[in-house]
């Protein structure tokens, strides 16, 4: 590799640390996202959203069923309580938006 091409490397390398270092993340309120805002965010469902959440696929969040975290599809039950909580900051570095506390 010539050494002008190595000096090009190492100019774009040190643009994109400091753009990685640069990025400031936001304020979020306190608590966690509604399922409302997520879906409206989201277009999805909120079986899609939880059934993301479970599986991992969309990890913005974590679902608990008697104290317990669910991690498969198996786990659930039609007459069993999940309770779903989406992380704001989860949130915002999956789909970029920030959460400031509105309830749908």
């Known amino acids: 590799m010539e050494e002008t091409q190595q000096l090009q490397i190492n100019e774009l390398v040190e643009k994109l640390c400091q753009t990685i270092a640069a990025k400031q993340i936001p304020k979020f309120a306190d608590g966690k996202v509604p399922m409302k805002v997520a879906q409206r965010v989201t277009g999805k469902h ?11 696929w969309f990890p913005v969040g974590v679902a608990i069923k008697n104290d317990k975290l669910v991690t498969s599809m198996d786990e659930i039950k039609s ?15 999956q789909t970029g938006y920030v959460w400031l506390g509105e309830k749908e």
Do not use: V
């Not at 909120?46 to 991992?56: P, R, V, Y």
């Not at 007459?79 to 570095?93: G, L, M």
């Open 46 to 56: 909120a079986g899609w959203i939880q059934a993301g959440i479970i599986m991992g």
């Open 79 to 93: 007459n069993e309580r999940i309770d779903y909580t989406i992380f704001p900051k989860a949130f915002w570095e």
